[in-house]
Every structure is written in C-alpha cells, then in structure tokens.
C-alpha cells in the first residue's frame, strides 16, 4: 500500500487545556506499507514538516525557552508589546520566533489478529512505531509508541478487553528537548476517563498543561452481552465496565507509581452514520489536588 499525505495547520494552542502561541506549519508525507503475512504487517515512510511558533506575552517561559533556543531552529526577535505593572501603559519586550524544516524517517509493525476492526470481540492489534527527526533537518528528535487492543471472550457474550500504550520521546544531537508539538498528552475518554481531556501532564509555568515525554496508560474494560436490539444490534452498540490507569511525565526518569491516576466506571459506546459515540460516566481514584476531574464524558470518533 501507499499513502500520501498532505497537511497545513494553524493553531494557537495544542488543545483547551494548555496555554497560548502561535503556531502555524505545512508539509507532507508518503508511508509504504508491506504485508508479511495475513496478519502482520510493517511501513516505511518520510515526511518533511516546515513549522513556525511564536509566544504570546502570557506564554509560559518553558516555550519562550524552547523557542528562543539557536539549537531547535532559526530565531528571529521581534518586537512586542506587552502589559507592563501599569496595564494601561504597554511595555516593547522582544520575543522570538522560532522557523524550521524537519525530514522525518518513519517505521512501523503491526500484529492484527482481530475477528473485526470495529467493536471486535476477539483477537489483539498490536502496534509498533518510531519516528525520528533525521539530522538534515532543523531539529533532530525521536518519538516511540507501543499499544495494543486485546479482546478475550469470557463466555455467555461477556469479553474482557484491554488497551494499553506506552509512549517515549527526547532529543538528540543540538536540539535541546522533545518539541513541545510532540509531546504526549493523556486523560480523557480516549486515555484515562474522568479527567479533562489532556490534563494528565506535567504543568507549565501558568499552571496549564505542558505534555512530557513519556506516557503510559492501560485501560480495562469488561464488555456485557447486548441485551437490547435483538440480533440486528448486536455489532452497533457496546457497554462497558471500565478501570482506568495512567499519565505522562515530563521524562522517563520521572515516573513513579504515586503519580499513576485512576478511574472505574460505565461506558456506552454506539456506532452511528457520523462515527462511534462514546459515552462514559467516571469515578477517578487516587487523584491529587489540582487534578482536573470530569466525571461525564462524551467522544466521537473512538470505538474500543
């Protein structure tokens, strides 16, 4: 197989929770995919990322560090103005911006031995994939994720399914740390329910999220037979029991079993003509002060 890709982006900021910037980047990439066998498979790929970001004044100084730094890319300062101790009278602070040109080399594998690709009840995906910013490029960084669904029948159409990821990242060579646009960002129904989606991370100097550089969850899932519907509905809906567990942390040397979070719960998740609805209603454990906790959750797109 062959896929092209062709992408532009303009933001300013990663998702609800995190502080502002400017970014705007555009690119493309190709991935040859390769069957080994009826359910193994590997890809291959290269994609080149032209990016640039900028602060804002209230950005926080994590960014404005990484921004400011000659080794992630070329700087600019500019001029801006910004509130001083009086609001009223603007204050001229210069404030980078940051241009680069990534090439980035891409591999995979897959193990699929799924009975279906939506609501499977039997079978596991597992999947495989690294990609580094190559030394020709701007910046030169690495990004590596493990995850896998795993669905077991239990009989009397209860299944047990399990979904789990473990994500890491750094740089190497002159650029200083993992771009802030890479980093991994979990909670959510897509991640850990019951907290805000993106909020398990470390926090910026504004006390939002920042993302890390390693990421870890699993989420168990015990799936009841569908009672509702007859046999017509039998692929369309699902309902879970759920526990949740997991975070990000800024480095892999940072983790520790005290900052893994917590959640149990009921999920519905239902296959409509615009996509998968999941609805999931949470209890989170083991939570800290701070923690952005959000007990009902809706998605689109996801199905587990």
Known sequence: SRTVNLFYQQGNRYNINTSSFL????????????????????????????GMMAPYCSSPIEFKNFVGNPANGRVEINPSFCPGLDPTVPVNVPLPTLTYDNIMGMIGFAHDTRNRTVLPTRGTLQQLQLRVALPIGSETYYKATWSQFTFVPLGAGFVYGVNSLVGIGGAYGDTSSLPPY??????????????????LTPLDSNGLSYGGEFATWVRNELIIPNFLGGPSAQHSYRVAFFLDAGNVFATPGDFSWDGIRGSYGIALTWLTPLGAMRFSYAIPFHYQPGDRLERFQFSLGAYF
């Not at 705007?24 to 291959?44: D, H, I, Q, T």
């Not at 890479?182 to 909020?199: K, L």
């Open 182 to 199: 890479e980093h991994f960002f979990a909670g959510g129904p897509s991640s850990v329910a019951g907290y805000q989606s993106g909020t």
């Open 23 to 50: 970014t705007r980047n555009y690119g493309a990439k190709v991935v040859y995919g390769f069957p080994l066998s009826e359910v193994n498979r590997y890809s291959l790929g290269l994609g080149y990322r032209h």
